[in-house]
């Protein structure tokens, strides 16, 4: 095996676009070293994005990819699943991306059950439009459009996507590169709707405002902040406040959708033979 993935890189796409300290990269690395250890070829894979920071992933990889519109990253990923089921399917999102504009196809991709990889890149917050706050933007931290503290309850992305029926759900940070790219490559190995949350830092549009401004700085928070699932379900209420579980919360083996599908679709035809 080949362990370089640059090899996966449109090189002629570089230097990226990402702020100095951005996490994306970090990301972007744990994904091709995860699909470099599966041993995919380039063809067989399909990455589509939305818009944001995070969304700039498809720019630079040398697979079949596509950009597409805010939040829109799922439909046009389940259009191409159920076009070719054959192929790798992943959708790279961020925070806002997928859990605001996006959130109903976040949903309904989960309850589908239908086979795409979803990775999504929670920096918390919008970097690319000027730091509003998002979705998954802890209460209490600041943001542009909350110059006073965020006073909305953040979602529990992780906890969303378990219990609205996806295969496999885990949320790791950037801190921890190893445990990203273990979760990513048993992803991309599932039958069925998977799901990967990652943690990362935005020292720029999150860090500044909330007095992390240097990317050191927002990486120690992260993991401060970031507490092994089997150690949070021993800790109170209390010590939970402001803390986030990581770990692998969920790996079930149901019926995939575009199999089901299929299934379906073969009785109705051979129904209509024997008529």
């Given at each position: 095996m080949n362990n370089d993935i640059t090899q996966y890189f449109r090189k002629e796409m570089f230097p990226h676009i990402w702020c100095p300290g951005c996490g994306i990269g970090i990301v972007l690395g744990a994904i091709l070293r995860a699909i470099n250890s599966i041993g995919w070829e380039k063809d067989e894979i399909v990455m589509i994005s939305g818009i944001g920071c995070s969304s700039r992933i498809t720019g630079y990889v040398d697979f079949n990819t596509m950009n597409t519109t805010h939040g829109r990253a799922l439909p046009f990923a389940t259009g191409i699943k159920m076009a070719n089921p054959?192929?790798?399917?992943?959708?790279?999102?961020?925070?806002?991306?997928?859990?605001?504009?996006?959130?109903?196809?976040?949903?309904?991709?989960?309850?589908?059950?239908?086979?795409?990889?979803?990775?999504?890149?929670?920096?918390m917050i919008y970097g690319m439009t000027g730091g509003q706050y998002s979705p998954l933007t802890p209460t209490g931290r600041y943001g542009t459009?909350?110059?006073?503290?965020n006073i909305d309850q953040s979602f529990d992305l992780s906890a969303l996507a378990a219990s609205a029926g996806a295969s496999y759900v885990a949320r790791s940070n950037i801190f921890d590169v190893n445990q990203?790219?273990?979760?990513?490559?048993?992803?991309?190995?599932?039958?069925?709707f998977s799901v990967v949350e990652i943690i990362s830092d935005c020292p720029i549009s999150f860090g500044r405002i909330n007095q992390l401004r240097t990317p050191v700085q927002m990486l120690e928070w992260i993991k401060s902040i970031s507490?092994?699932?089997?150690?949070?379900?021993?800790?109170?209420?209390?010590?939970?406040?402001g803390k986030i579980p990581t770990g692998e919360f969920l790996d079930l083996n149901i019926p995939e959708y575009t199999e089901r599908y299929?299934?379906?679709?073969?009785?109705?035809?051979?129904?209509?033979?024997e008529k």
């Open positions: 054959d192929l790798k399917v992943i959708a790279v999102m961020g925070d806002g991306d997928c859990a605001a504009i996006g959130g109903n196809h976040f949903i309904h991709s989960a309850r589908r059950n239908i086979d795409i990889t979803a990775i999504i890149i929670n920096n459009t909350a110059p006073y503290g990203c790219t273990r979760f990513i490559k048993k992803a991309l190995l599932k039958k069925g507490v092994p699932q089997k150690t949070w379900e021993k800790l109170s209420e209390d010590e939970k406040e299929k299934e379906i679709s073969m009785g109705v035809q051979q129904g209509r033979k």
